[in-house]
Structures are given as C-alpha cells and as structure tokens.
C-alpha cells in the first residue's frame, strides 16, 4: 500500500485502493502505465509531471483546500497551468474526482472518496482513466463500478486499504 500523509488540523493521507484479495491497486497502477509511457511520449512525460505536483499539492494542502485553491503550475515550455485539482463528481456523491487536463493528451481523471479514521482523513484513490470527451460513456461506467466499490468499502474497509498499515495507527 502506498500512501501519503499531510498534518494539518487533521491528518491527510491519500492511499491507493486494492481490488480485495489481491494486490492490484488500479489507480496507482493506471499512474504507473502513464509514468512507463512518458519515458517515451512527450505527452505522456507532462501529464505525469503534472500528476505527481498535483498529489503533491494535495497532500500539502488537503481536500478541503483543494476546493478552495486552484493549483497553479508551469508546463514544461513554461506556459502557466492551473486547474481546480479535485471536485465532488456529479451524480455520484460522495465520489471525488482527483483532474488534470492536458491537451491533446486527454483528461486525466482519478475516482476516490473520503473515509475517516482514528482523527485521520484517508483520501482513498481508487480507479483512474484518460478521457477524450466531455461526455465519455466509459467515464461514467468507471464511477458505477468505484460507486459500488465504495458501498462495499464501507461494510469492509480493510478487504480494500490496510488500517493498521504504516501512518494509520
């Protein structure tokens, strides 16, 4: 299990869910297929550089800046870029969508929710994708499946994150 933390009022951690009774952590490994692609795609190189300053920006300042702030950046050709980093997705509450936008790449999107535990907030990051359009059919398909994942979660957290993992106790 990976995992990030951030101290602020309460303790941040962002941690990557597992499909239960495996090891297979679909958003961290969807980060990772993007990180093995940028060594070869220019693209691919700037969304990933984009993805790791914006977890990075979100466990420095937390969720509930995120709504607040917009995280501002610069591109490798040192044109701004800013974008608000995560937002409640729509039609699927409590789900989270953690964003970047790069064109023509695609946007970039990570499903996760909140859970709270031991006075910690656990941000728990999900499934991702790369959408070509607005209204991507795929997209929504992903947010049913991580909707029931959530519902599952709830009855048994620890089929999906380790509670008793480093940072959590």
């Known amino acids: 299990m990976r995992s990030y933390v951030v101290y602020d009022i309460m303790k941040t951690q962002i941690t990557f869910a597992k499909i239960p009774g495996t090891k297979f952590e679909p958003a961290f490994e969807f980060i990772q297929q993007i990180g093995r692609e940028a060594k070869t795609d220019p693209g691919m190189s700037q ?6 300053r914006g977890m990075k ?13 917009y995280f501002v950046t610069d591109l ?14 729509k039609g699927h509450v409590p789900l989270l ?4 936008n790069l064109r023509p790449v695609g946007a970039f999107r990570v499903f996760f929710f909140e859970y709270d535990f031991k006075d910690r907030q656990i941000l728990v990051f999900a499934n991702g ?4 359009s607005t209204d991507d059919p795929a997209f929504e398909a992903m947010a049913s499946q991580v909707d ?22």
Not at 158 to 167: A, P, R, S, T, V
């Open 47 to 52: 969304l990933f550089a984009l993805i790791i």
């Open 57 to 69: 920006f979100l466990q420095t300042y937390g969720l509930q800046e995120a709504f607040k702030q």
């Open 76 to 89: 490798e050709d040192g044109r701004p870029y800013t974008i608000r980093i995560a937002k409640q997705l």
């Open 97 to 100: 969508e953690f964003r970047i």
């Open 129 to 132: 994708m790369l959408k070509q």
């Open 148 to 169: 029931v994942m959530y519902a599952n979660f709830l009855k048994q957290p620890e089929q999906y994150i380790n509670l008793e993992g480093e940072g959590l106790v």
